[in-house]
Structures are given as structure tokens and as C-alpha cells.
């Protein structure tokens, strides 16, 4: 099996180049950050507190995270056999997807979720700790970052396009405080792997970041 790592920041692109890269090659995208953000939308929906970690651990027991693929190719996310793809990209599940990660037992309970997608199909996964922790052996890591105002400013378009009420300091703000959290964690946290190519996109399209990814699986022979 290929398996292909993208790591770095919200708002680095990462997801929308990945998955225009997945349907190019015929590969099976996994967006390891919608699976956070689907227990992060579980704890926001019973009440939990998200840094209230034994109340998460413990309803780790009632949750139940799947992925499923639509016949266009797009990832589905499955909680507790609903289709919440869309309730996760509310901009507040960000940071609870971001708090319940810092717990290990979650990431433990994703992370065979994860191995496994990668062993059964060619994979472009992206998320944070795939080239360190998830995918050790992946035959491509990157690590695709943007300065945070970049970021922000690509954010901020993103949700007003989506009708969501939001503003750029606000954004940028929350960007920092995410990297921060992401970061610092003392399990798996959010750094380039060692053998990971570091691609800054700051000043690239997102056609551009494909074709040097493009370019970067040629050079190696894996397309
Ligand atoms: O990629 P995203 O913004 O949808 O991810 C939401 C949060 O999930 C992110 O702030 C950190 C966490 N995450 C993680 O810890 N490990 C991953 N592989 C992917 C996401």
C-alpha cells in the first residue's frame, strides 16, 4: 500500500489539497482531524466540559466514530451511525477537537481506526501526528504550514463563505491559541517528523501546493 502523510496547521490547506490529490491518484482520503471533531461534537452535545478529561474518558464508551465514503469519493464521518459531516465544521467544534485530543486514550481509540484504513488502501491521510505517530513508514511525509495570518485570512473567508459570523482578528486569535494547544501537548503533539519534507505555502494556491506534492511523488517514484 502507498501511504501518504500530511501534517501541519489548521488552515495550511491541508485537507482540500490532500483530498484533490486523492481523487487524481485514486487513493482513499482520510481527514483524521474530522474524526477528533466528532468527539469533540459528542462531548458539546451532552454537556461535557471539554477539559472535563475522566467525564470524556468516560464517555468514550457511548461514542463511536466510523468513516464512510460517498460515491463521489468525499469522506463521510459517521457518529454513532449519523452522518455529522457537517454539525463538525461548526467553528466552536475546533477547539473542543482540539482539547479531547490532548487525551491519550483518545487518540488511542483513533488511531487503530487509522492504521487500519491505511493497511487495507492506499491512503492520503491528513491531520497532525501522521508522520510521527500514525504512519511512521509512509513513503511521503509533509508538512504543510502557512504563516498564521495566512491562515487566518484563508480561514476567515472559508466561514464567511459558509454564512457563519466570524471575524479575522478573532480567527487569527483562535489559530494561535490551537497551534499553541496542538503543539505543547505532551502526547503526539502537532511537530514535523524528522523525515518529513517541510513545503510553506504561504504564497502558493492551492494548485500550486498540489503540483510540488505532485512533483515531490514523482521524484520518488510513487506515481
Ligand atoms: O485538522 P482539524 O483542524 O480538523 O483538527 C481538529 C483538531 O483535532 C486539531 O486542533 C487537533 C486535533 N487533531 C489531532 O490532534 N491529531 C490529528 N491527527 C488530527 C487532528
Known sequence: MINIAIDGPSGAGK???????????????????????????????????????DAVIAALEHISVALDYAEDGSQLVLLN???????????????????????PAVRARLLTLQREMAASHNVIMDGRDIGTVV??????????????????????????EKGQQVDYQTILAEINARDEQDRTRAVSPAIPADDAVMLDNSALDIAGTVAAIRGLLTERNLI
Open 15 to 53: 485537507s482540500t489539497v490532500a483530498k484533490a490529490l486523492a481523487k487524481e491518484l485514486h487513493f482513499v482520503y482520510v481527514d483524521t482531524g474530522a474524526m477528533y471533531r466528532a468527539i469533540g461534537l459528542y462531548v458539546r452535545n451532552h454537556g461535557i466540559a471539554k477539559d472535563d478529561t
Open 135 to 160: 504512519l511512521p513508514d509512509a513513503q511521503l511525509k509533509v508538512f504543510l504550514f502557512a504563516s498564521p495570518e495566512a491562515r487566518a485570512d484563508r480561514r476567515t473567508k472559508e466561514l464567511l
Open 81 to 103: 451511525g449519523v452522518n455529522v459531516s457537517a454539525a463538525i465544521r461548526e467553528n466552536e467544534i475546533s477547539l473542543y477537537a482540539s482539547t479531547v485530543s490532548k487525551i
